[in-house]
T-cell receptor, first 110, second 111 residues
């Protein structure tokens, strides 16, 4: 299995809370991504990074923000969570055309 | 519009039987087509990657085909096992790591 880790696996929080979803990879990949996946729906790219200090928004508009201070670390932050943010968030990294996905964080905002 | 459509949406088969999943795409330009397996509560895991010039590629009991002219792909699973129960996602790369995802086929293998 690829060495890309996401924490927490599951998170239930109240509306208005600030949260950070962690994603780390040990493969030294420059490119990293955050996808949002709702049940029965395709993955949507919300953020990506092509290296340290590089972050871009993806195809799907998201109120979350990301940072890339270190190659191996690509955290996603929601400043004020809302029920509409309830979803699964998948982190991925890639080298050339090979993508590796983490196991995701299932977020529920009540 | 770049789209990836998969069929069927869901499928139930008996253990030991074969099945074929379909993927049609309209992505252009085309770089490669991938099939991923996603177990419940897990991230997608790559099964195959095929470029324009590849018609078929196998990975154990999984065999993917690609017809770049008709923009169709299929994933054939032979002698299914209970552990094959998962979602199978067709993904097309349109270049520059732009991935277009299908909504997946949910396969359930029953004893």
């Amino acid at each position: 299995e690829a060495d890309i880790y996401q924490t927490p696996r599951y998170l239930v929080i109240g509306t208005g809370k600030k949260i950070t979803l962690e994603c780390s990879q040990t493969m030294g990949h420059d490119k990293m991504y955050w996808y949002q996946q709702d049940p029965g729906m395709e993955l949507h790219l919300i953020h990506y990074s092509y290296g340290v200090n590089s972050t871009e928004k993806g195809d799907l508009s998201s109120e979350s923000t990301v940072s890339r201070i270190r190659t191996e670390h690509f955290p996603l932050t929601l400043e004020s969570a809302r029920p509409s943010h309830t979803s699964q968030y998948l982190c991925a990294s890639s080298e050339w055309r090979f993508f590796h996905f983490g196991n995701g964080t299932r977020l529920t905002v009540t | 519009k770049n789209q990836v459509e998969q069929s069927p949406q869901s499928l139930i088969i008996l253990e030991g039987k074969n099945c074929t999943l379909q993927c049609n795409y309209t992505v252009s330009p085309f770089s490669n087509l991938r099939w991923y397996k996603q177990d419940t509560g897990r991230g997608p895991v790559s099964l195959t990657i095929m470029t324009f010039s590849e018609n078929t590629k196998s990975n154990g009991r999984y065999t993917a085909t690609l017809d770049a002219d008709t923009k169709q792909s299929s994933l054939h699973i032979t002698a299914s096992q209970l552990s094959d129960s998962a979602s199978y996602i067709c993904v097309v790369e349109g270049g520059a790591n732009n991935l277009f995802f299908g909504t997946g086929t949910r396969l359930t293998v029953i004893p």
